[in-house]
């Protein structure tokens, strides 16, 4: 499942669309109906934790009550790089199947808690204006060109992933949306403070949860205090911080509590940075030469070494 950082990545290649208006659609999901989304302009984007916001509406003037702009990147000047980057505008970003066919939209395969970091809802006046997007295991967006088979699957077919959801809009572009789930739903009035990614991130709450009598790495999975972080970051953090997964938070020094907090923020920060700049993020797990006490434990906890995320 996307995390964090790379669905960040989606939403920065969805905003240039912001403003202009569906002319045809197309996809394999039937319960959102994509002819429903015709002629609508789509008039904002947020993202938050591991979901992506769009607002759509039937009048190009028309402005989302009480919307607000579109969370930025740790780094501006990352995202500037990123946005000066031909890549982004034409190429793909995301996961892929290992077989290139496509998949179910499994909204927590890996065994994360999804409860999330949300807020109540908005007036109903706004109600069923913003599409909710959920990525599956292998969840992406491509722009401007589709998402192609790399080998054969399981039976032989070098049969092209569908996309669940594609949108083209009237400057010429288009969205392909994969692996997803989506609905409608109200405005996503959000709390900052449990998204890793965001300068309001509440460290003190996030402390006061990792205390708590339970396996850490079942509360860094807890979306409402760590929202964004997934298996990956999860690894990255416990093995950097040389902590076993299954150490009850309330056995952790205080000290060492802090210091995995500072490892999330600052792997979580570092790969959206590689995201934006065009550079994967090299992760340290298993790397005994680094860290042998960490190297020990996250071998014991997860098995054979090996992982580059792109």
């Not at 809009?169 to 789930?181: D, E, I, K, R, V």
Request: with cysteine; hydrophobic share 35%; glycine share 10%.
């Amino acid at each position: 499942m996307p995390e964090g950082p790379l669905v960040r990545k989606f939403h920065h290649l969805i905003s240039p669309f912001v403003g202009q208006q569906v002319v045809k659609t197309g996809g394999s999901s039937k319960k959102l109906q994509p002819a429903g989304l015709q002629s609508l302009w789509l008039q904002d984007t947020q993202v938050h934790g591991k979901k992506l916001f769009l607002r759509f509406d039937p009048d190009e003037e028309m402005e989302a009550p009480g919307s607000s702009p579109p969370p930025e990147p740790p780094q501006k000047e990352a995202q500037k790089e990123g946005a000066a980057d031909p890549k982004q505008a034409g190429e793909p970003s995301g996961q892929k199947t290992p077989d290139g066919s496509s998949q179910s939209a499994e909204l927590n395969p890996q065994g994360e808690d999804e409860s999330e970091c949300l807020e109540g809802d908005a007036p109903a006046g706004d109600a069923g204006r913003w599409l909710r997007v959920s990525f599956g295991l292998f969840g992406s967006v491509w722009v401007n060109e589709f998402s192609r088979a790399k080998k054969a699957n399981k039976r032989g077919d070098w049969r092209d992933p569908s996309p669940r959801l594609v949108l083209y809009f009237s400057g010429g572009g288009f969205l392909a949306f994969y692996n997803c789930q989506m609905s409608w739903s109200s405005s996503p009035v959000v709390t900052p403070a449990c998204d890793i990614l965001s300068e309001k991130f509440h460290r003190g709450q996030a402390l006061e949860a990792l205390g708590q009598a339970q396996p850490v790495c079942i509360t860094l999975l807890d979306q409402r205090y760590f929202s964004g972080l997934g298996n990956i970051i999860k690894n990255e953090v416990l093995y950097r911080a040389g902590i076993h997964p299954l150490s009850l938070g309330s056995a952790l020094s205080a000290p060492r509590r802090e210091a995995l907090v500072d490892h999330v923020v600052e792997f979580s920060t570092a790969w959206l940075q590689g995201k934006f700049q065009g550079r994967p993020q090299h992760t340290q797990v298993y790397q005994k030469e680094q860290c042998p006490a960490g190297h020990q434990v996250m071998k014991e906890a997860f098995g054979p070494p090996g992982m580059r995320i792109e």
